[in-house]
């Protein structure tokens, strides 16, 4: 392979993979992307994605400046607090978000998924192909991969990347062996616009936070409000100069439908719902959220039965059981493709972005003559498979439909007392700041500062050429 023409083929335009795509982009990578849907309007779906620091900081690392810039400008207000609820909506904790809201890295961020999407799709127009089903890939003699789509095309490159999602095709032909199991959770989620009505229903810490509900019976559910401080005509008051020029030139505008919305979702073990919740959708999901929660909080009632039924969601919770290291080729993984993960944490969309760093870094590196490619990609591997094992365990610990919590005595038992200690903790403000910093530092700690260092070095060497 001659470095100085590597060329690297990405399997799917999502977070993770539009992020690398961008850093080879920026490193003068030769990369192109393939992607299933149909067009770039096809795929908005889901809700708010919570980019931690850590996440922030890979966007930062892949991103031409001025893209980073505009995916700060277009996410909604940052969460102020994290709140812990009854089903009652009365409060058990609430902690006050550390960190600063304005910090363009250091902060925690709120963003629609699909709003993330149309950014990450900025500046790639020449990269990305849609309508581009892959189907499986072949080794060549020469060291290279050849990729095979659906509408009889094909592409030949030096390295494939998976960045397929959960049910990744190409990880089902390298690695047959990985597999993906149920956690036994099903989760309903669904939206409302943000009204002077639906806001009316919550209260101020509740609206201006991420709230957690801890439920009888096994249940667990979540509010977030998505308030944006730009809308489709350029701007609201809060948003400043540089924001409103930001917003007003990108071209994904034109295809983002994002407004003011209230996202809910509701999960519990598969065997409470009133039916198959495999087959709820649309209204028939609202429906079922609304009998599981007849005796919650009227409020909580309220903002199910003011949702868009168009909509509402219904997902089976799924987990991937962590690979032991395989041998390594020119065909690799990032993302879902080989760690999805549970909600629970809210760090899949993170562990996406840190994957495109690293692996950013390594090709980065080959580019440079520093290493050979199949070395680099091995040691991305190596790293990406030690950090996304222990992502995959501990998000299954909040979504495991097996755990005691789970069990219709002990269960009862045990949320009281987690409750009793969580009130303790609220009345003590040092212990509060003290989980706070925490969590925090948990969110913060995959950072990597000289994975970025080494980035941003490689691409001031490269713009010296």
């Not at 893209?67 to 006050?96: H, K």
């Not at 009505?197 to 009888?216: C, D, H, Q, R, T």
């Not at 070395?375 to 909040?398: C, D, G, N, T, W």
Request: hydrophobic share 40%; with cysteine.
């Amino acid at each position: 392979m001659n470095i100085s023409s590597m060329h690297v083929m990405i399997v799917g335009a999502g977070t993770g993979g539009l992020c690398l795509a961008h850093g080879l982009k920026q490193a003068g990578i030769s990369v192109a992307v393939y992607e299933r849907d149909r067009t770039r309007r096809d795929g908005l779906h889901g809700y708010r994605v919570g980019i931690s620091p850590a996440g922030t900081q890979a966007l930062k690392t892949c991103l031409p400046p001025e893209l980073f810039d505009l995916f700060v400008a277009t996410c909604a207000r940052p969460p102020r607090y994290f709140n812990i609820l009854t089903e009652q909506l009365t409060e058990v904790l609430s902690m006050q978000v550390e960190g600063e809201a304005a910090d363009p890295v250091n902060g925690e961020k709120s963003v629609s998924r699909m709003t993330l999407r149309q950014v990450l799709l900025t500046g790639l127009e020449d990269v990305v192909s849609f309508d581009k089903k892959f189907v499986r890939y072949e080794d060549n003699p020469d060291g290279t991969v050849t990729a095979f789509f659906e509408d009889g095309s094909q592409s030949t490159g030096d390295v494939l990347v998976a960045a397929d999602g959960a049910g990744s095709r190409v990880r089902k032909q390298r690695l047959p062996h990985a597999q993906q199991e149920p956690t036994g959770i099903h989760s309903l989620g669904g939206k409302l616009p943000l009204t002077p009505e639906s806001k009316a229903i919550l209260s101020e810490k509740v609206f201006n936070g991420v709230s957690l509900i801890m439920a009888p019976h096994r249940y667990g559910a979540i509010i977030h409000v998505m308030e944006f401080k730009w809308d489709r005509s350029g701007g609201k008051q809060r948003v400043g100069g540089n924001d409103s020029d930001l917003i007003s030139e990108w071209p994904g505008l034109l295809y983002d439908n994002t407004s003011d919305y209230i996202n809910w979702g509701l999960w519990a073990a598969s065997d409470k719902f009133p039916t198959d919740p495999k087959t709820l959708a649309g209204a028939d999901a609202v429906r079922a959220a609304a009998q599981m929660t007849k005796d919650w909080s009227p409020n909580f009632r309220k903002l199910i039965e003011l949702t868009d039924p168009s909509t509402a969601i219904s997902i089976n919770i799924r987990t991937s059981v962590p690979l032991s290291p395989w041998e390594t080729s020119n065909v690799t993984l990032l993302g879902d493709a080989i760690h999805t993960m549970t909600p629970g944490r809210g760090v899949g969309a993170n562990t996406a972005l840190q994957d495109a760093a690293l692996l950013c870094k390594k090709l980065t590196e080959v580019r440079d003559g520093q290493t050979a490619l199949i070395p680099a990609i091995h040691e991305y591997e190596a790293e990406m498979l030690h950090y996304s094992k222990e992502a995959v365990l501990e998000s299954r610990k909040q979504m495991n439909a097996n755990d005691a919590i789970h069990k219709p005595i002990i269960g009862r038992i045990l949320l009281a007392g987690m409750r009793t200690g969580m009130r303790i903790v609220n009345t003590f403000p040092a212990l509060k700041r003290r989980m706070a910093k925490a969590e925090m530092r948990l969110r913060t700690a995959k950072t990597q500062q000289g994975q970025t260092d080494q980035v941003v070095t490689s691409r001031a060497e490269l713009s010296k050429q």
